[in-house]
């Protein structure tokens, strides 16, 4: 990816709100410092991957689903399902929703 299609990106996330002020200024710091643009991806693919919260307003249980659902852009009730199948699995949908219960923090 060249130097102004990252610096392109950058601004498209931070104009979505997945970048901070700061994040944003860091991150353009380094694309245009030569830094590799593989380093500034990631560090906007974990800022973006920290706005994962669970949802307090479409949730059923812990809000897991509709905190995907909002990070993801795909419907709740097809992340339900897939739980719901997944739970089929010897329990493994249980599993991930708890520990996702636990681990995301909420809005």
């Not at 601004?11 to 901070?20: E, I, K, M, P, Y």
Request: aromatic share 8%; net charge neutral.
């Amino acid at each position: 990816m060249s130097d102004s299609e990252e610096l392109n990106r950058l601004a498209d996330l931070h104009q979505r709100g997945a970048l901070s002020d700061e994040e944003f200024a860091r991150a353009k710091a380094r694309v245009l410092e030569g830094g590799s643009s593989s380093g500034a991806g990631g560090f906007a693919q974990g800022a973006a991957l920290n706005r994962l919260r669970r949802s307090r307003d479409d949730r059923w249980l812990g809000g897991v689903c509709g905190g995907l659902a909002r990070f993801t852009g795909l419907e709740s009730w097809a992340l339900r399902l897939l739980f719901a199948l997944a739970l089929l699995c010897a329990g493994t949908g249980a599993l991930i929703y708890l520990l996702m219960w636990i681990f995301v923090p909420q809005d």
